[in-house]
């Protein structure tokens, strides 16, 4: 598949299934066991209807929104990936980039290969960024410092990764570390010689760049050895997050939130907003959709926490579907990474062009002209009893 062939953000995944080779295609589709939570994040969206109310001036329609003090174009935001640079050379400055000219956020990941200081260099206005708690304090305390001297604008602590799940595919496909090059994989690389070419002229495996002034060695087995030894922290509790609030001044994200009561924890502990996920199935495969949980969440926490949702987010409507769900703002993973591993920057740009389009269509067919007219009231539930949808 070409970009020019493409309509919708699912067809992403077409395109970057005919770039890459299987095991790195697996690496980013698939989920953990048998991929129940990874199907169930998009049911729940399809569980939802939006009734449409007409007559309505829909001339002018604005989809801006406004979180932490910044005005974004939309209510969308590309969700933290590790690793980008392996499926694309530079991909993640090229997400940077691409989420900067569309005025949205890109939450970098710590797991990235390029630096947050060059994300922060291309793209100083619209890159959040994400951590993981690490064995040895230090380093996330380092982290932070990083981000602070940098004047990141929001900070993203993910706290559903105990010990990182079973992705089967992975074990299947053989993307282990350290990776043993057998004859499936040598094919599955011929097969894709223009991935495999652009690997090799970048110099292989890329460096996680993040993760550089932490380790003595600093070729790319040795600084993924060190990551590897850091993260997952089995033996993390609030304690990080208590941490993380002490050292960050800024606006604080808690990522991977699923309980109402770990929601008030976190509200408790001085957080300014949730990602509710799970990790886009990569986690706990019978971990609910966050879209399922988003109501009781808002329920218990009220108006103190911004609340964003990601996971299985593929159109404009999803993101309506979770706004009037009580979310300010949805990311998305998958679709942005296959984009800008099938098409580099021009593709997420086109990734991104086209959910605002798909929001932008959704509001204008509900008779809606602003997201701060969104709520219960829009949804089918509320239009067949009469009564707004609200726990
Ligand atoms: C390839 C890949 C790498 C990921 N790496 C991270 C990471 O480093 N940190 C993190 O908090 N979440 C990570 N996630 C989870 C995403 O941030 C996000 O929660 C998930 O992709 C959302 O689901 P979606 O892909 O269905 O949109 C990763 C997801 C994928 C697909």
């Known amino acids: 598949m070409k970009l020019n062939a493409v309509v919708n953000a699912e067809d992403m995944r077409a395109l970057a299934r005919s770039a890459l080779p299987r095991i790195a295609f697996d690496f980013i589709d698939g989920g953990v066991a048998d991929e129940e939570g990874l199907t169930e994040n998009r049911a729940a969206f399809r569980r939802h209807k939006l009734v449409p109310r007409y007559l309505v001036d829909v001339s002018r329609r604005d989809q801006t929104v406004e979180i932490f003090g910044s005005r974004y174009a939309s209510p969308i935001g590309i969700s933290p990936m590790g690793i980008a640079g392996f499926f694309r050379p530079g991909a993640d400055l090229m997400l940077a980039r691409a989420a900067a000219e569309a005025n949205i956020p890109y939450i970098m990941s710590s797991a990235s290969c390029d630096s947050i200081e060059r994300a922060m260099a291309v793209a100083p206005d619209t890159t959040w960024f994400q951590i993981y708690g690490?064995?040895?304090?230090?380093?996330?305390?380092?982290?932070?410092?990083?981000?602070?001297?940098?004047?990141?604008?929001?900070?993203?602590?993910?706290?559903?990764?105990?010990?990182?799940?079973?992705?089967?595919?992975?074990?299947?496909?053989?993307?282990?570390?350290?990776?043993?090059?057998?004859?499936?994989?040598?094919?599955?690389?011929?097969?894709?010689?223009?991935?495999?070419?652009?690997?090799?002229?970048?110099?292989?495996?890329?460096?996680?760049?993040?993760?550089?002034?932490?380790?003595?060695?600093?070729?790319?087995?040795?600084?993924?050895?060190?990551?590897?030894?850091?993260?997952?922290?089995?033996?993390?509790?609030?304690?990080?997050?208590?941490?993380?609030?002490?050292?960050?001044?800024?606006?604080l994200l808690v990522k991977g939130v699923l309980h109402p009561e770990d929601a008030l924890l976190c509200a408790e502990a001085g957080a300014d907003?949730?990602?509710v996920s799970n990790h886009g199935g990569r986690q706990l495969d019978k971990a609910p959709a966050p879209l399922d949980v988003l109501r009781d969440i808002r329920a218990r926490v009220g108006d103190r926490l911004e609340l964003i949702v990601d996971g299985g987010v593929r159109r404009g409507s999803d993101v309506v579907v979770a706004l009037s769900l009580g979310a300010r703002m949805c990311t998305f993973g998958r679709p942005a990474m296959f984009s800008v591993a099938g098409a580099g920057q021009a593709g997420a740009a086109?990734?991104?062009?086209?959910?605002?389009?798909?929001?932008?269509?959704?509001?204008?067919?509900?008779?809606?002209?602003?997201l701060d007219d969104l709520g219960a009231h829009r949804l089918a539930s509320a239009a067949r009893d009469g009564q707004p949808d609200l726990p």
């Open 273 to 275: 907003g949730l990602i």
């Open 134 to 251: 690490t064995r040895d304090p230090a380093i996330v305390e380092d982290l932070v410092r990083r981000a602070t001297a940098l004047r990141v604008k929001v900070l993203v602590l993910t706290i559903d990764t105990p010990i990182i799940g079973g992705r089967e595919r992975n074990i299947r496909n053989g993307f282990t570390r350290p990776m043993k090059l057998t004859p499936g994989i040598v094919l599955q690389g011929l097969l894709r010689p223009r991935w495999t070419l652009g690997f090799l002229k970048s110099g292989g495996v890329p460096v996680m760049e993040n993760w550089k002034p932490y380790s003595a060695r600093k070729d790319a087995n040795s600084v993924a050895d060190l990551y590897g030894a850091q993260t997952p922290a089995p033996g993390q509790t609030w304690e990080v997050l208590h941490l993380v609030r002490r050292l960050w001044n800024g606006p």
């Open 350 to 370: 086109k990734l991104l062009k086209l959910m605002r389009s798909e929001i932008d269509m959704t509001l204008a067919q509900i008779g809606c002209t602003s």
